[in-house]
């Protein structure tokens, strides 16, 4: 006969935090939730997820009606081209024009040959059915060096413009002569391009997120079964999020884009994960010790909880912060990437742990675990490395500095700033027109820049701008419905988005805007460029600070310290220079980038400041836990031990999920991708694991200053006295002899 079972103790190393050291409105908060793991609750739970994932269904599959792709979603809201653009809509009418121009040239430079020439006026007389109603299709225009011909086609601006541009681009390719290429290029076809690398963005990284972590589940918990859980609760978190982000957009007016709908799905996966693989842990760890599944999970909860919070009210501030951004698509990904924080936050705490208890122990199989069994064997990785940390604390947190240092040498002599051909990995044919242009005709001649003004002072800013150095012509193009605006072309003699253009640009701004009363607006590809650099220098300044200053508050309020905190921060701001170091590195010598996006710079130190200390967070309340139980050194070891595993895993896990990021055809968001995965790994494998562990040991309790633990020694828990707590999560003699004695689970 089986004797009666006797729960074990909490085993050295792991946490027995006594509940008081919550607040009471967390204690209240944690107990409410721990009911989704309830015996009752967990039916509840599952049947309201049920209902919620049918009824948000359709609006998730909504969310691209509301994504605003114009213009100005990608520039700042200040900015004087934005004013331009929505300017530009009084000229909008059904008879609205957007130019395809098509460029003719010899295969290998020289003239154009005769066959080339029959061929272009071909085209050009066959091109008049795509001309827009009303309107003359200009003469094929000889470039003066006589290698080129160029033909701009007068495109309407409708519902049907893409497929307009489509059919032109077929007749221009079919019947091509031998020695002859031609490229169609301009304003439509540039958009058709842009477009194009959006298209079904969302979906492409929703798949293959939710592949990356379907495998690295599947190698993190070795079971058959297990990974269906966490990958079920975060893809119910995606439809809450994306149903979410979509009623915000329609009756919030909160801004979404293509790229932050497409970036979400990322961060839903990659967090969503991290979070599962944490409440998993912990989960198993109360399964050794309580043979009811319900209450393992009520304890798993309310322990691991409080940091999960921390984190999701990290990443939900820190992208908040976005907000300050001047540049349209830095604010809609900051905003929509915090919805999805809170939402992922709100699934993975429900439904998960009904999930876990609905299912049992036998989820876990082959390695069920047992109760009344150790959770761990007596020596772990984590704790050699824990120990070999304890005995040489400073050299090793120097040692991880002077690493993470040279990375951020990386940083030294950056190229910020692509043109338009650089945002391509792959050049679509409307980069290859412009760049045949350039070299046969003014450079600017394809896109030109515009100015608005009133229409009485018209000839005036004309003529103003006309005596621009830079500047190859002037002519007026259309007057508003109104005739109180007229919209003046200027064609710049360099390329659009080269800086002599931007210098230009400014010279012919500060020309218009001096003629009294004209109320002139500069727009156009060029003043774009400069007003997005211009934008991002400035939210470099304001947002960073403001991103620094939420989570060292998160973290003074978590960690009850302000040394520990200032120390974490500090760590944090050398892993994110030294993730743009060697990611500098490597757009360089191993991908070719010709140099880093404006954007990259602040958007990958956003997400990584407010994703990366995540996993400190996970650590160092860990960490607190143990120290207030066996004293500081034991307890950061003993920390560290606990959370090894399951933070590097986690790691692992979200530098993957932002890695898909990095295989995209559009190279801003390719490098920041690169760059949040890199800072990820930096922060798991040097960081977290090494410099904050030897810096916590190296200033002892004075990491906790002024807090309680500066002053006090371990407070252990009734009946832990005379504990061997080793860090090895195994039970002292008397309770090993019990679980010799049968204790295997029916």
Not at 11 to 19: H, K, L
Request: proline share 7%; net charge negative; aromatic share 6%.
């Amino acid at each position: 006969m089986r004797g009666p079972r006797t729960p074990i103790p909490r085993p050295p190393g792991e946490p027995g935090i006594p509940d008081a050291e919550h607040p009471s409105g967390i204690r209240r908060f944690t107990s409410r939730l721990s009911a989704a793991g309830g015996r009752r609750g967990k039916s509840l739970v599952l049947g309201l997820w049920l209902l919620l994932a049918m009824s948000l269904g359709p609006l998730a599959g909504k969310l691209g009606e509301v994504e605003d792709t114009s213009a100005n979603a990608f520039l700042p809201r200040s900015a004087e081209s934005t004013e331009y653009n929505t300017a530009l809509e009084r000229f909008r009418s059904d008879d609205a024009l957007m130019p395809a121009v098509i460029v003719y040239t010899a295969a290998e430079g020289g003239e154009l040959s005769p066959e080339g020439e029959r061929k272009a006026a071909a085209d050009h007389a066959a091109a008049r059915q795509h001309t827009a109603p009303g309107e003359e299709l200009p003469p094929p225009l000889p470039s003066e060096d006589g290698e080129a011909l160029m033909v701009v086609v007068p495109v309407a601006h409708d519902d049907q413009l893409f497929d307009t541009v489509d059919e032109i681009r077929a007749l221009v390719a079919a019947g091509l002569p031998p020695g002859t290429e031609a490229h169609v290029g301009g304003p439509s076809p540039s958009l058709q391009d842009n477009v194009a690398v959006f298209q079904d963005l969302d979906t492409k990284l929703l798949a293959g997120s939710a592949l990356v972590v379907t495998v690295l589940l599947l190698l993190i918990y070795r079971s058959p079964l297990l990974w269906l859980l966490p990958l079920t609760a975060v893809a119910f978190a995606a439809v809450l999020t994306q149903a979410a982000t979509y009623l915000l957009a329609e009756y919030a007016n909160l801004p979404v884009d293509p790229q932050s709908a497409g970036i979400l799905m990322v961060l839903v996966f990659g967090v969503g994960t991290d979070y599962a693989l944490l409440l998993i842990a912990r989960y198993r760890e109360e399964l050794h010790r309580h043979e009811d599944r319900h209450a393992a999970m009520r304890l798993a909860l309310s322990r691991c909880l409080p940091a999960v919070l921390a984190s999701a009210g990290t990443i939900a501030l820190g992208l908040s912060c976005l907000a300050l951004a001047d540049v349209n698509s830095s604010r809609s990904l900051g905003l929509v990437g915090a919805v999805g924080a809170i939402c992922t936050l709100f699934a993975l705490v429900t439904l998960l742990p009904a999930l876990l208890v609905a299912t049992g122990r036998w989820v876990f199989w082959p390695v069920v675990p047992r109760y009344g069994t150790p959770y761990r064997s007596r020596t772990t990785l984590w704790q050699r490395i824990g120990r070999v940390i304890s005995r040489r604390p400073r050299w090793s947190w120097l040692m991880a500095v002077g690493l993470t240092g040279s990375l951020a040498l990386g940083v030294t002599g950056i190229t910020l700033g692509l043109t338009h051909a650089d945002l391509f990995r792959t050049a679509p044919e409307s980069v290859t027109a412009q760049e045949r242009i350039s070299d046969h005709y003014p450079a600017g001649a394809s896109d030109p820049a515009g100015v608005i003004t009133a229409a009485d002072t018209g000839p005036r800013v004309a003529a103003a701008a006309e005596e621009v150095p830079g500047v190859a012509a002037v002519t007026t193009d259309a007057r508003s419905a109104d005739n109180a605006s007229v919209l003046l072309t200027v064609v710049l003699e360099d390329e659009p988005d080269s800086e002599a253009a931007k210098r230009t640009v400014e010279r012919l701004r500060d020309a218009v805007h001096s003629v009294d009363g004209a109320d002139a607006a500069v727009g156009g590809a060029t003043a774009e460029l400069l007003d997005t650099q211009r934008a991002s220098e400035r939210d470099l300044k304001v947002v960073i600070p403001a991103v620094l200053a939420v989570v060292l508050a998160v973290l003074i309020v978590l960690l009850r310290s302000l040394t520990a905190p200032a120390l974490l921060l500090g760590a944090a701001v050398l892993s994110n220079v030294a993730a743009l170091g060697a990611a500098y590195l490597l757009f360089t010598h191993v991908f070719g980038f010709a140099g880093v996006d404006w954007s990259v710079p602040l958007m990958g130190f956003v997400f990584l400041t407010a994703l990366g200390i995540d996993y400190t967070i996970f650590l160092m309340t860990r960490v607190r836990e143990e120290v207030r139980i066996q004293g500081h050194e034991r307890g950061v070891i003993a920390g560290l031990t606990s959370t090894g595993g399951v933070i590097t895993s986690a790691g692992i896990v979200l530098a993957a999920t932002f890695a898909v990021i990095a295989t995209l055809p559009l190279v801003p968001m390719a490098q920041l991708g690169i760059v949040v995965s890199i800072g990820i790994l930096i922060d798991t494998i040097l960081i977290r694991s090494v410099l904050v562990p030897g810096a916590v040991l190296d200033l002892g309790r004075r990491s906790w200053w002024p807090g309680e633990l500066s002053r006090t020694g371990p407070l252990p828990p009734p009946g832990a006295q005379g504990e061997d707590r080793d860090g090895t999560g195994r039970p002292p003699a008397p309770e090993r002899k019990q679980e010799r004695a049968g204790t295997t689970e029916t």
